[in-house]
């Protein structure tokens, strides 16, 4: 079983078709991957995609819905789940409506621990991705640690992401901790820096494929097996040239790193 994934949204821009679709998961087989994090697009049904994903031994490792959905859709979750041969359920940011207060950031805990148990009882589990704003200070605390402490910790699990740790002002390899029986899955790409042009103030930040930017990989790594992550995700947002070539790329240094 691979550690090694790929969120397919980093292909995003060749996956327009059917046709360019099936072409693309063609291509990221050939470069080693197994395992895919994919949503349904709209001219696939699920067992269509599926099928296709099997055509090249590929495997969703988690069906998507987004939050405030999940509630109403427990039922074809399951299905959905069952098709692709999966029991994880992703689900995206919290809306900008409540990311605004510290009340905000409860009231998401709560809908967050709803939907968890819901999938909990269905024999599914939750997972939460979150980006850097999580980390906004409302006095002496943290959405994110709002999100953490106010959700069980048997119902609500969450996927880091290093660059988002980073662009966060924190250092990974440490922020890394604080998911500790709270993650399986970790999204991956390198934070790297453009040449200043400007005020020294706007540093210019760049996505880039996993050990060509400036991340403590040693320590991260080490800080992913302390917390108990089973898979490296490949996501990256933005590409610049050609995106199976930073795929590629990322997929062959986690494997230099020691990931397999």
Partial sequence: MSKIALQMYTCREHMKTAADFEETLKK??????EYVQISRPAFFEMDEMAKLLGKYDLQADSVFCPTGKILNNIEQLEKDADILGTDVVRTDSIPVALRTSREGYHEFAHRMDQEGQALKKAGLR?????????????????GIDILL???????????????WLTSAGTEPSVSLRMFKGRAFYMHVKDYAIRQLEGAIENVPFYFAPVGTGNLNWNGILQAANEIGIQRFVVEQDQVDGDVFEAIRTSYKNLQKMGIR
């Fill in 28 to 33: 990221v087989a050939e470069i080693g991957y």
């Fill in 149 to 163: 402490h106010e959700t069980d910790p048997e119902a609500v699990m969450f996927q880091p992401d290093v660059f």
């Fill in 126 to 142: 939750y997972i939460y991705h979150f980006h850097a704003f999580e980390f906004v200070s409302f006095g002496n605390i943290r």
